[in-house]
């Protein structure tokens, strides 16, 4: 299941990367560069923080999936489509996000991290490669702003901290995505200080 | 010794990153992020580019520090304080600055790099983690325009390059809070080009 | 004949660095950051990405180029002197260009990468230095902007892929520095979508 979640996810994330490289008018090259990074970034992170084989460069399905997007929207014209708020778009984003997430903590907890270890790699493995994008379009990072994203991963890592039993991970990953979709409808945000 | 001034130093940059969070109206989540890549984050460069076991991530005393640092933070409101010009907070920083550079050049010596090596991670574990922050926040790092506190890592890098025995670490350490108090109170600054 | 090309490249990248700091007002600390940065952070993150000893860290030469440009630089102020356009300068950085591409892409190939990763470390270690300082200096990456320029580091990322043969190396670092050269010539850029 978390293949096919996994899947969903590099596609949410490769179409967000493309329509902001467009919007931010960068050339092909950036636009490429942009979709990569949004969708390959983070787990690039996970696997040097770690050290594990990075998976983006040994498996190439994940880096196939970016390219096929890249293309597809051209071809289509998704940036002209206001993309980003319909459903299917929230969704896919909430299931990479979720997938992503949990793919982290699972890397820290095998490489025997601390809980602060596997928190942050749930998050920086869902949303370091849309940090790295933002940072090199010159934004504050949609993480710092974006209400309630973020705060998902850090939930999700922390719960898997203190259960991370085999069977209960199907469950940390709908509740990822239920938690996300109801979050986006609902505009919820963290306080201020 | 070194431990104890590892704490402060902690404390210190933790206090910074909250601080710039808040007043960047980050939300908590990025509030959080912003102490814990200030406080943490040069250490994390340091392991990575040693190889060494990433120290944050193994050993949960740094960022349980963190985290009560951002609690009473909120609680105390040090961010309406102007703490960042007390002398409490300047010595502090300078305690941080001067310890981090220490164990930076420290762990670049035991992975025999030559003095560039050894230079480079004293200098980015000592301020990696504020230009992190300061990247993340898109301003230009404060160490490329702050006067003399990148240099007190850099010679505290090249000292310890050409002499790198035990006795003289407490020297060096001495050396780099008084050099950075001095530099703070006197406004040394570099000279441009 | 490559490592004289990477001495060339190393010298182009550390003008360049030197000259954007000053122009950017960096102190002298930041300068020097900037032309280390620009010169050697490409193939710092190459090595780490690969798990090779770091060479910068290890080999004395490419620190020594770069300090010795920065100290020729402000005793000569190139940096008064327009020298980016001058074709001198445009052919070293091409040298640089080309030859960087190729360290990094032979260093994927090494370490088994797909060709995802062998395209990915021959752009970044190109390109990865000047990524690094641009986004310092709080800029849009060059290489997002610059025409034509990451494109060539790609064509060898994947050329090198299919055929690395050992006697072919010479032919694609010449066609490397030929279409650089070419493209800026004729202003070419990559279209935009």
């Known amino acids: 299941m978390l293949e096919i979640a996994d899947i969903i996810g590099i596609i949410a994330f490769s179409i967000s990367g493309f329509i902001i490289g467009v919007k931010n008018k960068l050339d092909l090259l950036g636009i490429i560069l942009s979709a990569f990074f949004t969708a390959l970034g983070g787990g690039i992170i996970r696997d040097l923080l770690t050290r594990r084989e990075i998976f983006a460069f040994n498996n190439s399905l994940a880096g196939s999936i970016v390219l096929g997007v890249v293309i597809t929207g051209i071809y289509l014209k998704i940036h002209q489509k206001n993309i980003e708020n319909k459903t299917i778009f929230v969704l896919s984003d909430a299931i990479g996000l979720s997938s992503f997430s949990i793919s982290g903590a699972l890397a820290a907890l095998e490489a025997g991290f601390n809980i602060f270890g596997v928190v942050f790699l749930s998050l920086i ?69």
Chains 1, 2, 3 share one sequence.
């Open 125 to 193: 493995t869902a949303v370091g490669g849309g940090m790295i994008r933002d940072i090199l379009i010159n934004e504050v990072p949609f993480i710092l702003k974006e209400k309630f994203y973020g705060t998902v991963s850090i939930l999700i890592g922390f719960i898997l901290y203190f259960f991370h039993f085999g069977f209960i991970i199907p469950f940390i990953f709908i509740f990822g995505i239920v938690l996300r979709v109801f979050a986006y409808i609902n505009n919820w945000h963290l306080p201020k200080i």
